[in-house]
């Protein structure tokens, strides 16, 4: 199973919605492949916002290991499901589709938690105190994405 985490910046969001993934995946000895991208390209090479990294340590994850990517058409042949973290980000994935296999792929991260309390995950970048809540959405999700998959993949 590969699965790439899609937000605007590749910053705040989908490093945290990788680092959670990756540590569920190592508890669970699940040799899954995951990564994460932005649909822009403003900090591509960067480390993830300060915020996030601060969040992520809180909960004993490190994800200092991560630089901003951009999400390119090529991430469609290499993933099996992108997750998009809002509908924005949803739709700009969308629009690089090349056809239906590459638009399957493509799901909104919180439709996978049926106890979902908000249909996207909000963008914390301009809202200081948004970061714990973003990160427990996530954590929720990513429990929820693995269920599904769990049997499925190999
Ligand atoms: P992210 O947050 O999409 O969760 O990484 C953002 C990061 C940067 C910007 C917007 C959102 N920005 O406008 O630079």
Not at 17 to 25: F, N, P, T, V
């Amino acid at each position: 199973m590969q699965i790439l985490m899609v937000c605007l910046g590749n910053i705040c969001r989908s490093p945290l919605a990788e680092g959670i993934m990756k540590a569920k995946l190592r508890s669970r000895n699940l040799d899954w492949k995951v990564e994460s991208r932005g649909t822009g390209n403003w900090h591509v090479g960067q480390l993830p916002d300060p915020r996030s990294i601060a969040t992520a340590k809180r909960h004993q994850i490190d994800i200092t290991d991560q630089r901003a990517q951009q999400f390119s058409e090529k991430d469609f042949e290499d993933y099996d499901l992108i997750l998009a973290m809002d509908q924005s980000n949803y739709s700009n994935i969308i629009a690089m589709a090349k056809g239906i296999a590459d638009e399957e792929k493509v799901k909104l991260i919180m439709d996978f938690d049926p106890d979902k309390t908000a249909l996207e995950v909000p963008d914390p970048y301009w809202n200081d105190d948004g970061f714990e809540q973003v990160f427990s959405m996530l954590d929720q999700a990513c429990d929820k994405v693995i269920e599904a998959f769990d049997k499925a993949a190999c």
